[in-house]
C-alpha cells in the first residue's frame, strides 16, 4: 500500500512539473513577439529584416520599427519608435497654430487697352474724305486736334437752313406779333442743335453765325487724347453716316490681364494691390488694384480672367506686354471672426480626397498617431485647417512618410490603405 501512495505522488509530482514550464514559455514568447524591432527601409516598406542593416534594394540605411500589436481594431493606427529611431528618421514636428500668414499668388498675363478709355471717331454725316489729318496708327494726338476734312452736301444745307432762319429772326425783332419771333428763334435753336449733334463745337458753329457763308466742307476733331491705333479710312472714301475712321485710344490708364487658377480663388478680391513685372524694365515693380473677376471659368485652361487697374502716366506700358504678377492676401480670420488653424505644408500626406496627417501622442515618448483631417485652401507654406486637428497639438513634418512606411508593414491603416471612419473633404 505505502509503495502505491509513492508511485501516485511520484505520478503527480512529475505531472505538474512538466506542464507548468510551459504557460511561462508561452508568456516569454508572446512578450517578445509583442516587443520585437523590425528594421525596414523607408522607401521599399516590403523589406523587413530583424537587424539592422542597407536596404537590398537601393542602399539605404535600415530604420526601425516596434512590431507591437495594440489589439485595438477600432483604434486610430499608432507607432512606437525607439529614440535612436526618432532620430535615424528625422521625425520633426511642429505645432498646430492659429496665427496670421501670407499667400502668394502667382498669375501671368498682358497689357491690355482700358476699354472706358477707347473712343471712336465716326461719319455723322454722309460724304467725301477729302483730307486726313492723321494718316497712319499709333499718331499721338491731343483733344481738339483736327483729324479729317469732309465734304458734305447735308452740311451745306444744314449751314445755310441756319443762316436764312438766323437772319429770319433778326428781321423779326422788332415785329410786334411775338409768337412768330418766337417761332423763329426756335428754329434757330433747332438748326444750332442739329449741327452739334454732327460733331460740331460752338465755335464752329458760331464762326457759321459770323461768315454767314455756307461751306461745303467740315472738319471733324478729337474727342479725346490718345493714341490712334485703328484706322479705317484712305483719302477719297465715301462714307455714309456711322461709318467708322479712327479709334482711339487714352494710354494714361491701362488694363492688365491676368489669368488666375481655378485653385487660387478663395484668395482673390475686389481691390486687392497686384505687383507686376515686365520684361522690358527688369527690376521695376508695377502695381495696380484688382478692378474686375470674370464670372466665368475658361473650360480649356481651368482660369479665371482677372482685371487689374493700372496708372500709366509714364506711358511705360504697352498694349500686349507679358506680365508675370503676384497677389499677396493676409490670411487672418474666419468668416466667423476666428483665426484659421494652419500646419506646415509638409505635415499632411494627401492622395486623392484624403489628406492624413501623424501627430505626436502627448505622454508617450516616441508615439505617432495617424489622423485623417480636411484641409482647406494653401496659405504660402501653410495649410488651413477645416477639421480633424486642434490647436497646440503637434504635427510630424519631416519624416511623415517614413511613419507611413511603418504603420503599412504592420498592415494597419495609413495613406494608401484607409480605415472606414474619419472626415473626409467631400463630406
Given at each position: ?49 530583424p537587424k539592422p542593416?542597407?536596404?537590398p534594394?537601393?542602399?539605404m ?33 511642429a505645432?498646430?497654430e492659429?496665427?496670421?500668414v501670407?499667400?502668394k499668388?502667382?498669375?501671368?498675363g ?9 473712343a ?11 483730307r486726313l ?5 499709333g ?36 415785329s ?42 467740315m ?5 479725346i ?12 472714301m ?8 479712327y479709334t ?7 488694363w ?10 478663395s ?36 482660369t ?7 496708372p ?16 499677396y ?19 499632411p ?24 483631417i ?16 486642434t490647436e ?8 511623415n512618410?517614413?511613419i ?6 504592420l ?6 490603405s ?8 467631400d463630406?
Amino acid at each position: 500500500m505505502l509503495v502505491v501512495l509513492m508511485v501516485v505522488a511520484f505520478t503527480v509530482g512529475y505531472f505538474f512539473r512538466g506542464e507548468s514550464p510551459e504557460p511561462q514559455k508561452h508568456e516569454h514568447a508572446a512578450e517578445e513577439r509583442v516587443k520585437k524591432v523590425v528594421w525596414t527601409c523607408s522607401m521599399h516598406p516590403q523589406i523587413q529584416l530583424p537587424k539592422p542593416g542597407q536596404c537590398p534594394i537601393c542602399g539605404m540605411d535600415l530604420i526601425p520599427v516596434s512590431n507591437e500589436e495594440s489589439g485595438d481594431e477600432g483604434n486610430p493606427p499608432e507607432l512606437t519608435m525607439s529614440e535612436k529611431a526618432v532620430k535615424l528618421a528625422e521625425i520633426k514636428v511642429a505645432p498646430v497654430e492659429r496665427r496670421k500668414v501670407n499667400a502668394k499668388i502667382s498669375m501671368v498675363g498682358k497689357v491690355d487697352y482700358d476699354e472706358t478709355c477707347l473712343a471712336y471717331i465716326t461719319s455723322w454725316v454722309p460724304g467725301r474724305i477729302d483730307r486726313l489729318y492723321v494718316n497712319y496708327t499709333g499718331v499721338l494726338v491731343k483733344k481738339g486736334d483736327p483729324m479729317v476734312y469732309l465734304y458734305s452736301p447735308e452740311f451745306l444745307t444744314a449751314q445755310q437752313e441756319l443762316i436764312q432762319s438766323l437772319k429770319t429772326f433778326q428781321n423779326l425783332e422788332r415785329s410786334g406779333m411775338p409768337s412768330v419771333r418766337e417761332t423763329a428763334r426756335q428754329k434757330v435753336d433747332a438748326v444750332r442743335e442739329k449741327l452739334r449733334l454732327w460733331g460740331l463745337t460752338k465755335k464752329q458753329i458760331a464762326n457759321i453765325e459770323k461768315r454767314e457763308k455756307p461751306s461745303d466742307h467740315m472738319t471733324i476733331y478729337s474727342p479725346i487724347s490718345g493714341v490712334v491705333i485703328d484706322k479705317n479710312v484712305l483719302e477719297g472714301m465715301y462714307l455714309k453716316t456711322g461709318d467708322r475712321i479712327y479709334t482711339i485710344a487714352d494710354l494714361s490708364q491701362v488694363w492688365v490681364k491676368l489669368d488666375a487658377y481655378e485653385s487660387d480663388l478663395s484668395w482673390i478680391r475686389n481691390g486687392q494691390e497686384v505687383e507686376f513685372e515686365i520684361e522690358a524694365y527688369p527690376g521695376e515693380i508695377f502695381k495696380g488694384k484688382i478692378g474686375f473677376i470674370d464670372p466665368f471659368l475658361d473650360t480649356k485652361t481651368r482660369t479665371v480672367k482677372v482685371r487689374v487697374n493700372v496708372p500709366n502716366s509714364e506711358g511705360k506700358l504697352k498694349p500686349e506686354m507679358f506680365v508675370r504678377a503676384v497677389v499677396y492676401p493676409v490670411v487672418a480670420d474666419s468668416a466667423e471672426g476666428e483665426s484659421l488653424l494652419l500646419i506646415p505644408a509638409s505635415a499632411p500626406l494627401i492622395t486623392g480626397k484624403r489628406t492624413i496627417v501623424y501627430i505626436k501622442v502627448p505622454g508617450n515618448k516616441g508615439t505617432y498617431q495617424g489622423r485623417q483631417i480636411v484641409l482647406g485652401p494653401r496659405a504660402g507654406d501653410y495649410y488651413l485647417v477645416r477639421q480633424g486637428l486642434t490647436e497646440g497639438e503637434l504635427v510630424v513634418v519631416n519624416g511623415n512618410f517614413k511613419i507611413d512606411s511603418a504603420i503599412q508593414i504592420l498592415a494597419k491603416p495609413n495613406m494608401m490603405s484607409p480605415e472606414e471612419s474619419g472626415p473626409a473633404a467631400d463630406e
